[in-house]
Nanobody, 123 residues
Framework: QVQLVESGGGSVQAGGSLRLSCAAS????????VGWFRQAPGKEREGVAN????????YQSDSVMGRFTISQDNANNTVYLQMNSLKPEDTAMYYC????????????????WGQGTQVTVSS
């Protein structure tokens, strides 16, 4: 059992930055992979990035490469998504997810999901 709580969303102007947090609790081994996803109204859910708890290997989607960075602080059971150079097309509900398996680039299936935090980027 893993519980995930996202925070840090809000409204920001284009070109600005925002850092999202995903605080995890429960089974440590249930979150060997933690990923960030986003979904805008009328669009499919899109994988943004993910990270392995052990070793810290991480992956980012092409759409955010060079702008977003995923990281973790295992002492605080928290995964972060640092978002820089934000664009209006980044506007979406952002979710974190966890799975007992390991991450790979583009992984989309996860066992546990958070409630989401809204990110709005104005032009």
């Amino acid at each position: 059992q893993v519980q995930l709580v996202e925070s840090g969303g809000g409204s920001v102007q284009a070109g600005g930055s925002l850092r999202l947090s995903c605080a995890a609790s429960g089974d440590t081994y249930g979150r060997n992979c933690v990923g960030w996803f986003r979904q805008a109204p009328g669009k499919e859910r899109e994988g943004v990035a993910n990270i392995n708890r052990v070793g810290g290997s991480s992956y980012q989607s092409d759409s955010v490469m060079g702008r977003f960075t995923i990281s973790q602080d295992n002492a605080n059971n928290t995964v972060y998504l640092q978002m820089n150079s934000l664009k209006p097309e980044d506007t979406a509900m952002y979710y974190c997810a966890a799975d007992p398996g390991w991450c790979w680039r583009g992984r989309s299936e996860y066992k546990y999901w958070g409630q989401g935090t809204q990110v709005t980027v104005s032009s």
